[in-house]
């Protein structure tokens, strides 16, 4: 059997793995052996799940695999971001990015080749839509960089005597790279869960964050099947400006977006929403802006992250001086809302939110235009 036709066993979750187990005979506490061995202990190989009947290992030997995409690319910034580059085939590719901080690490990691979303301030929405991952996918690229994080502290702690050197462990997930997550809804949901899973990557509800542009019914979804923390990208105080800079907004309006943040919230780990809102330069970034939105922030527990916008050269935006921005945010403080603006990390590797690569193709484009957009900037509040 060729890999392409074995199962991915990173694809199955907790019941689809106990339900492929059951079909062999096999009982519940074998699928949660099983994902102990591929997601705590990162282990791929069959033959090394020793504490698995030598017949159930060749099972899954004839039958499965345990494969993320592959990495055609990997940087490491000296501030120890890092990103990967992983190829999902047909000239598709896909990125993640880890940035470690002092008491977390964040995995940032993608869930569609593309997005049909098309803001003009994203790089990927640029690059059209060219297809949702599978479950395997976005494990995967959890899967691997856990392993490849891991793997890198246990070298350092053998070159490293004095043992300072700490554990780049991933604390966060966040759905923040290439894609509309909740556009790839059950892929992504099968994920979610793997995340949960005591037996798989057990973060808790409140250290994984979805990040949306706005999808209403699938954030109602959501709340029932697996709330998890929700990061809306609202970026528009209005829905005039919202429809050009978001055009989803043209069908699921302002006002249908907070009732649904509204909702969410009965069901979510945290007790407030976190809103992205990019700050373009002459766009959304006057003191008029900033009063509509505290007029927004009235009708829902929400946080504010402005993010600086990290430009590239077809979308002739620019990004707002950083006076501006701090002068946009002590408006909302002063308003009494929570703001934080995104820090800039990892600047000498290009992983700049919303400018993640799509194809190979784009990838040329992108080295040539580095020096414009060498910044990283993903944050997350803190739990
Ligand atoms: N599709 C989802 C998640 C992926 S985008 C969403 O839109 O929320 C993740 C975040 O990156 C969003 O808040 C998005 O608005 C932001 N982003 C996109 N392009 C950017 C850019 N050029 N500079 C800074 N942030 C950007
Ligand atoms: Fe898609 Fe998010 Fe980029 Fe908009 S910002 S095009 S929704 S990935």
């Known amino acids: 059997m060729s890999n392409a036709e074995r199962i991915n066993l990173l694809g199955l979750d907790g019941p689809a793995l106990t339900e492929l187990v059951g ?26 799940m020793t504490d698995l009947a030598r017949e159930f290992r060749g099972q899954l030997t004839e039958r499965c695999s345990i494969h993320a995409p592959e990495v055609s690319m990997e940087q490491r910034s000296a501030d120890g971001t890092r990103k990967w580059l992983f190829d999902v085939g047909q000239n598709n590719a896909v990125e993640s990015v880890f940035i470690p901080e002092d008491d977390r690490g964040t995995l940032c990691i993608s869930s569609q080749a593309g997005c049909t979303v098309a803001c003009p301030f994203c790089s990927t929405g640029y690059q059209g839509f060219n297809r949702n991952l599978t479950t395997a996918e976005i494990i995967g690229q959890l899967w691997f ?24 462990v991933i604390t966060n997930v966040v759905m923040m790279g290439m894609g509309e997550p909740l556009l790839n809804y059950d892929q992504v949901l099968h994920a979610l869960r793997l995340m949960l899973d005591d037996n798989a990557y057990g973060l808790s509800r409140r250290r994984v964050t979805v990040s949306t542009s706005g999808v209403v019914p699938m954030i109602d979804r959501l709340a029932r099947d697996c709330p998890v923390a929700l990061a809306v990208s609202l970026h528009a105080p209005n829905d005039a400006l919202r429809d050009r800079l978001v055009p989803l907004n043209r069908k699921y309006p302002l006002a249908e977006l907070i009732s649904a943040c509204n909702r ?6 945290r007790d407030f929403i976190t809103f992205e809102y990019i700050m373009l330069d002459g766009v959304n970034d006057t003191d008029e802006h900033a009063r509509e939105l505290i007029a927004l922030a009235r009708q829902i527990r929400c946080k504010f992250n402005l993010i600086p916008f990290n430009p590239f050269p077809q979308s002739g935006l620019k990004r707002s001086p950083s006076a501006r921005v701090r ?4 408006i909302l403080i002063d308003a009494g809302l929570v703001t934080t603006v995104r820090k800039t990390r990892g600047d000498d590797i290009a992983a700049a939110c919303g400018q993640l690569a799509g194809d190979v193709k784009d990838r040329t484009r992108i080295a040539e235009r580095l020096p414009d957009r060498a910044v990283i900037a993903i944050h997350q509040e803190r739990p």
Do not use: C, M, T
């Open 264 to 269: 969410y919230l009965e069901f979510a780990p």
């Open 145 to 168: 960089a856990r392993r490849a994080l891991q793997a890198d502290a246990q070298a350092a702690r053998i070159g490293n005597a004095s043992g300072n050197e700490p554990d780049r």
């Open 23 to 48: 079909q062999w005979g096999g009982k519940p506490f074998r699928a949660r052996q099983l994902l102990r061995w591929v997601h705590q202990r990162g282990v791929n190989d069959f033959d090394l």
């Open 327 to 330: 002068l946009f945010a002590q």
